[in-house]
């Protein structure tokens, strides 16, 4: 069978359906019960919304520490092992979605302790490095980069996004 190509132009995909669709009114939505009115968008989009996932992955999301770094991305690795050996393409995208959070909010504390990168006027702040914060980030990182190279979610996404978006 022959591998489907990769999208990687906006222009390739039907406009409605590039990126997430937030004017759907997800907390009635049961994504996995309705998981065609899924879209993948870019980044994070929709991470905080999308539910049952939402509520699942985001009590293990912490980052303070490089050991809650760590805890904290094995079980976000082992929910996206269970949705995989599920078959849940949006679960997998969903804790692939809060990897990547992760890392992007310990980063952000890595840069600016008081997690502020903007002053009153819009002005980005100087950074003021937390080494700490930034081993958390690396942790995250790595994680996220994993779950990006995984065979069968690399496929899957590639089929979604030519499906639904």
Same mark, same amino acid.
Do not use: C
């Given at each position: 069978?022959?591998?489907?190509?990769?999208?990687?132009?906006?222009?390739?995909?039907?406009?409605?359906?590039?990126?997430?669709?937030?004017?759907?009114?997800?907390?009635?939505?049961?994504?996995?019960?309705?998981?065609?009115?899924?879209?993948?968008?870019?980044?994070?989009?929709?991470?905080?919304?999308?539910?049952?996932?939402?509520?699942?992955?985001?009590?293990?999301?912490?980052?303070?520490?490089?050991?809650?770094?760590?805890? +904290?991305? &094995?079980?976000?690795? *082992?929910? #996206?092992?269970?949705?995989?050996? !599920? $078959? @849940?393409? %949006?679960?997998?995208?969903? =804790?692939?979605?809060?990897?990547?959070?992760?890392?992007?909010?310990?980063?952000?504390?890595?840069?600016?302790? +008081?997690? &502020?990168?903007?002053? *009153?006027? #819009?002005?980005?702040?100087?950074? !003021? $490095? @937390?080494? %700490?914060?930034?081993?958390? =980030?690396?942790?995250?990182?790595?994680?996220?980069?994993?779950?990006?190279?995984?065979?069968?979610?690399?496929?899957?996404?590639?089929?979604?996004? *030519?499906? #639904?978006?």
């Amino acid at each position: 069978m022959q591998k489907p190509r990769r999208l990687t132009h906006a222009r390739n995909r039907n406009k409605e359906t590039k990126f997430f669709d937030y004017r759907r009114d997800y907390r009635h939505l049961d994504l996995r019960k309705n998981p065609e009115l899924y879209r993948v968008g870019r980044g994070e989009e929709g991470v905080l919304l999308v539910e049952p996932y939402k509520s699942e992955i985001l009590p293990s999301l912490r980052f303070k520490t490089p050991d809650e770094a760590r805890r +904290s991305s &094995r079980a976000i690795a *082992a929910l #996206f092992a269970k949705y995989k050996s !599920d $078959e @849940d393409f %949006v679960g997998m995208d969903m =804790a692939r979605k809060f990897m990547q959070m992760g890392f992007t909010r310990a980063r952000r504390y890595a840069n600016h302790k +008081s997690g &502020r990168k903007y002053d *009153a006027d #819009f002005r980005v702040l100087p950074k !003021d $490095e @937390d080494k %700490v914060k930034a081993l958390s =980030a690396a942790i995250f990182f790595a994680e996220w980069q994993k779950l990006e190279r995984d065979a069968v979610y690399a496929d899957l996404k590639i089929m979604w996004r *030519a499906a #639904f978006g």
